[in-house]
């Protein structure tokens, strides 16, 4: 909990002991993300948290909403009423900043308004401790890290400064952006990523060049600026957005969620600052204004969304807190609050069409039917040439200008903005639907169709921001791509990124997080790297690991390589099981109920992820899991590793002989498929066999599950500790160890001993022909790696041999096989 490791990087070595004794963060402004950012930490971390502001009333009202989260926890049980106190006894709120010079880091999240921002950074430049100091964060949506560096006068300020920026709400969303700027040290910015990817536990988009509002905001800003000219009744805010609430949601909905001000403010310096190269620009400078009339008219009237005491906005929402639903629309013309009506089926006739084609194929939101809908005459097609097209070619630019990869682009989407499917997976269907000359000449009708936009959708580099820089999709044609990302074997999912400056296909991963080896440690980590999912499995998480034992392999076979330590991201290092939602064939309907996925659908997602699983347990790298709270499928991915770490945690859990909640040591290992009438998928069954537990032993499993100390006890776990931080230090260096001292490829022959034993039993005569059989070199191609290192132990290691020469016996299918 709150442990940074530095998984074998030496230069994140330093950073990672400062962040590890970290004892208190200074949170300026105590707003709805304030908040949300303090009820993170204190779930994350032991951290003493010190909220600074101005407002006492913005004081108590975050004191009143942590307290009541925090009850509500105690009160669903999860967790214990004696520790309510000590959590909020860890929480300072004051209007004094002298309390800065006892932060190791500072985070300012108090406006987007430069001038206050300036007031701010003064006063953490007079008063932090700087040789105690990390780092200093700044939460913005549209300003340069530079710009807002240039407030602090101090050089050493300017080093430690970055720019930190979540989403709301900050604890329900993985997206985090770190963006380094031109002053901030390299020591800096690594602490700031490394805070944000392992103590906050977030999808980091770390950006080393400046951009206004990183990635996501400029998309999503950019959504809501270029419907909100036209809009000039009520309707039209419900109707126009559509076409983004078939990839996400209605902007203007999400902008009544997280408040108007942050969306106004961006929009002028936005307007003020963009450079003459931004494709949007024009739309924060129309008519002389930043942004439309009648929004300023709602900011006057304070109506900014569902906190204001009316909860009106840009809509007017009723129901209880967080469960608020818009019951009538803002209307420009009369400026009140007008009915919502239903929508004209017959204008929007392509997005009907759309859902249909989704609801045969069990699919929601799908990029086919976007492509449907693009292509219609009616006024859906109309909205996405006009609204959602240039969006897309402004992430095209992004890349091009080189402010972000299109994995950048995709995550924050998808994670951020919660596409359902990220914005480079959208452009890529459409340039295999239309080709990429097709695509070129679909803009270019499109900006036919739009003469008041045109400068949005230049391609050609002929007008407009972009005079001078044809679009890179005529980089992308001349060069052959054809697609901005790369997609996975088992199901076609997101697992890799073009690299536009080397042509090669870069990871990317959203489900897990990848660690290369060091030349001298040659152990790489794979990391589960979705903990508000559970790290659960399902066909994102398979196809990222069967790419990620991919790349390890190509990394053993050039002798980079010789083990792999698998981790979890989150509290309690947790791994969940199968995905429950993809146990439901797309769409629910209230009238049929749950669509089950079907016999043919689940055999393949047990087929596909137990030839991974298989891979990794006869594979000749030596696996090794460091894990915490494990259900199901997290629990069975284990039972293939070559040995298991736990790691001992205590929470709530419900008695059911005394009948109510107790705290205690909680269970590491649990299968509880027999409760829902489904199978342990993968194997547990005869995988806690093949390990050595009789039936008495995996009925204690599957019915009451391990914990950490009694898995220890019955040899299913290999070590075990309460701190994390240790118990990865002690699976790495085994790793680490096996990987060094021992020539991997023997680890193969070690492996197939072990399947011979299990399937086959005892056999003396096998035993013999095998043990002949490894001295021979033709038959045995890795025995000039292995034993002539022992005979040379007083010499140089000979140089492995990579030539392929043979197969061991029963290794005939290898990594390059599996889905052939």
């Not at 039209?236 to 969306?263: C, S």
């Not at 499993?701 to 931080?725: K, P, Y």
């Amino acid at each position: 909990m709150g442990t940074c490791f530095s998984y074998g990087n030496k230069l994140l070595q330093r950073q990672i002991i400062k962040l590890n004794n970290v004892k208190k963060i200074a949170l300026i402004g105590s707003g709805v993300m304030g908040i949300g950012i303090g009820i993170d930490l204190l779930n994350k971390t032991k951290y003493e948290i010190i909220f600074i502001d101005i407002a006492a009333e913005a004081l108590q009202r975050a004191e009143k909403e942590i307290k009541a989260y925090f009850s509500g926890m105690v009160k669903g049980g999860r967790m214990a009423a004696e520790h309510l106190e000590d959590c909020l006894n860890r929480v300072t709120y004051t209007k004094d900043y002298a309390v800065l010079k006892d932060a190791e880091i500072i985070w300012e999240i108090a406006t987007e308004n430069v001038t206050v921002k300036k007031v701010i950074f003064k006063k953490i430049e007079e008063l932090a401790d700087q040789d105690k100091l990390i780092f200093v964060f700044s939460n913005t949506s549209s300003h340069t890290t530079a710009e807002l560096a240039e407030l602090f006068s101090d050089g050493m300020m300017r080093d430690k400064f970055l720019t930190g920026h979540g989403y709301f709400p900050f604890h329900a969303n993985r997206l985090f952006d770190v963006m380094k700027g031109k002053y901030a040290t390299d020591e800096t910015f690594m602490a700031g990523v490394a805070f944000a990817e392992q103590i906050l536990e977030k999808k980091t988009i770390a950006l080393i060049n400046d951009h206004h509002g990183y990635v996501t905001d400029p998309i999503f800003q950019g959504m809501g600026a270029i419907i909100s000219w036209d809009v000039k009744k009520g309707q039209d805010l419900v109707e126009l957005p559509m076409i983004f609430g078939l990839m996400t949601a209605n902007p203007f909905q999400v902008l009544d969620r997280t408040g108007h001000m942050p969306y106004t403010e961006s929009s002028k310096h936005l307007g003020q600052a963009l450079p003459a190269g931004d494709r949007l620009r024009m739309l924060y400078n129309l008519d002389g204004r930043y942004y439309p009339q009648w929004i300023e008219d709602l900011e006057k009237a304070g109506r900014i969304g569902i906190y204001n005491e009316g909860k009106e906005g840009f809509f007017k929402w009723e129901g209880k807190p967080n469960r608020e639903k818009p019951v009538k629309v803002y209307d420009p013309e009369s400026q009140g609050y007008v009915d919502i009506k239903e929508v004209n089926w017959q204008d929007y006739w392509s997005i009907n069409e759309a859902q249909a084609l989704d609801h045969r194929e069990a699919t929601i939101k799908s990029t086919e039917g976007l492509v449907k809908i693009a292509e219609s005459d009616d006024k859906a097609g109309q909205a996405f040439r006009r609204y959602a097209l240039p969006i897309m070619l402004y992430a095209l630019d992004l890349i091009q200008d080189n402010f972000a990869t299109a994995a950048d682009i995709n995550a924050s989407t998808k994670v951020g903005l919660r596409f359902k499917f990220g914005l480079c997976e959208i452009i890529d269907t459409f340039l295999n639907h239309l080709g990429i000359a097709g695509f070129i000449n679909f803009t270019k009708k499109a900006a036919l169709e739009n003469p008041d936009r045109a400068d949005l959708f230049d391609v050609d580099g002929k007008i407009g921001p972009r005079k001078g820089k044809p679009c890179l999709l005529y980089t992308m044609k001349k060069k052959g791509w054809t697609n901005l990302l790369g997609y996975g074997r088992v199901y076609g999912t997101p697992v890799s990124q073009r690299n536009f400056k080397t042509g090669q296909m870069d990871i990317y991963y959203n489900d897990l997080r990848y660690v290369y080896p060091t030349t001298k440690d040659r152990v790489a980590s794979i990391i589960f790297d979705n903990p508000l999912r559970g790290n659960v499995w399902n066909k994102y998480a398979l196809d990222q690991l069967d790419h990620a034992v991919g790349v390890s392999i190509d990394l053993y076979e050039k002798g980079k390589l010789g083990a792999i330590l698998f981790a979890a991201a989150g509290v309690n290092m947790r791994m969940l099981g199968a995905d429950a939602r993809q146990f439901n064939k797309g769409w629910f309907d209230e009238k049929v109920g749950y669509q089950f996925m079907g016999e043919k659908d689940g055999g393949y997602f047990t087929e596909a992820g137990m030839k991974i699983f298989r891979f990794l347990q006869e594979c000749p790298i030596w696996t090794i899991g460091v894990f915490g709270e494990k259900w199901g499928g997290g629990a069975e991915f284990t039972y293939f590793l070559n040995q298991r770490f736990d790691l001992v945690h205590h929470g709530v859990e419900f008695d059911t002989i005394k009948r109510r909640n107790v705290y205690g040591e909680k269970k590491n290992y649990n299968q509880p498929e027999i409760e829902y009438a489904i199978l342990g998928g993968f194997a547990a069954c005869q995988e806690l066999r093949r390990l050595g537990f009789g039936d008495s032993l995996m009925d204690e499993l599957f019915l009451q599950g391990l914990t950490a100390t009694r898995a220890h006890q019955l040899g299913l776990s290999n070590g075990i500790s309460e701190d994390e931080f240790e118990l990865l230090e002690k699976a790495y260096e085994v790793a680490r160890m096996k990987s060094k001292f021992a020539a991997p490829y023997s680890v193969a022959l070690y492996n197939l001993q072990k399947k011979n034993a299990f399937y086959e039993g005892c056999n003396d005569e096998r035993l013999v022909k095998e043990c002949g059989e490894t001295f021979n070199p033709a038959k045995n191609p890795y025995v000039d790696t292995g034993l002539l290192r022992l005979l040379n132990m007083g010499g140089r290691n000979p140089q492995m041999d990579l030539t392929v020469r043979g197969t061991l016996p029963g290794w005939e299918n290898t990594y390059h096989k599996l889905f052939e």
